[in-house]
């Protein structure tokens, strides 16, 4: 009996311990923000203005959006968004003098904005102290549910770096001759760039008269990246040339918010529509978008 009693006493000690010991709660996954990097292959065919407006249509489906201006020397998102030029910039938060909070400025129409670093030479030059301190600020935009990267035009390092970190590359030209010449030049630079590219690389057609503009656009730089590069390049859509546009410039406000049914609006909206059903690369967020922006993914 004595036995018994001592075994029963063991069960029920085991039985309290286990009652008291805390049930392990499941982590939650980190939010995966998606980054859209906007590039083109030359100035003037509208591309700050495309990533002002995609901004826009995504904060219209309830997401929460930052545009970053990523361009290192003429930084002109808050023009577009008739803002002042703010005092504090990406330069001030990668020489540490300011929090990437403290310069997230928000704006009246749903979305918040991150001033570009102007006058500096190449993300990836910074020293290893600035870098893990950038990375650091960096995570802070994570809880953005879409962060849009407007880079400058042109085929410089820093555009090429973003390009590499993003989950999806959305280049933008338009029908004349030099434009299309310099897009397809970028997507070539990017082809042999990367042994392998594993982004959603699109193109978007700016300033059409017709859908069989566009197509025809799209169609001959989709074929000759394929056949000539082995390079996916997947036509997201286009853009009409519409007179909203330009009195959204004259105006420094969106055109979307402007006039919302414009043919250009419309168009922004389904470009935005088509990119929500395609599926953000399985390795994608902050964490890899570090790794990919210092180029520990680059061949060279």
Do not use: W
């Amino acid at each position: 009996m004595e036995d018994q009693a001592e075994k029963l006493r063991q069960i029920m000690r085991q039985k309290n311990s286990s009652q008291e010991r805390p049930v392990p709660v499941k982590p939650k996954e980190a939010k995966k923000a998606r980054i859209i990097t906007v590039a083109s292959g030359k100035g003037g065919v509208g591309k700050t203005n495309v990533s002002v407006n995609m901004a826009l249509a995504y904060a219209r489906l309830g997401k929460k959006v930052v545009v970053m201006d990523a361009d290192l020397g003429l930084a002109n998102v808050n023009v577009i968004l008739g803002i002042m030029p703010p005092t504090y910039s990406l330069y001030h938060v990668m020489r540490k003098q300011k929090t990437m909070r403290e310069i997230l400025e928000k704006t009246d129409y749903g979305i918040s904005i991150v001033a570009g670093a102007s006058g500096f030479s190449r993300i990836a030059n910074l020293t290893e102290d600035e870098r893990q301190n950038f990375v650091n600020e960096l995570d802070s935009l994570s809880e953005a549910d879409i962060i849009i990267v407007d880079t400058s035009a042109g085929v410089s390092s820093n555009v090429l770096d973003f390009i590499e970190a993003a989950d999806d590359a959305v280049i933008i030209t338009t029908p004349e001759p030099t434009a299309i010449t310099d897009a397809y030049g970028l997507i070539k630079i990017i082809a042999t760039e990367y042994d392998s590219l594993n982004i959603g690389l699109k193109l978007v057609v700016n300033r059409v008269k017709t859908v069989a503009e566009a197509k025809k656009v799209a169609d001959r730089m989709t074929n000759i990246a394929g056949q000539f590069l082995n390079l996916k390049v997947d036509y997201l859509g286009f853009i009409y040339d519409d007179a909203v546009v330009s009195q959204g410039v004259l105006r420094q406000k969106p055109f979307m918010v402007i006039d919302p049914k414009s043919k250009a609006s419309l168009c922004v909206q389904h470009i935005v529509d088509r990119m929500e059903k395609t599926e953000v690369r399985e390795d994608g967020g902050f964490p890899a978008m570090f790794r990919r922006l210092f180029g520990l993914g680059r061949t060279s």
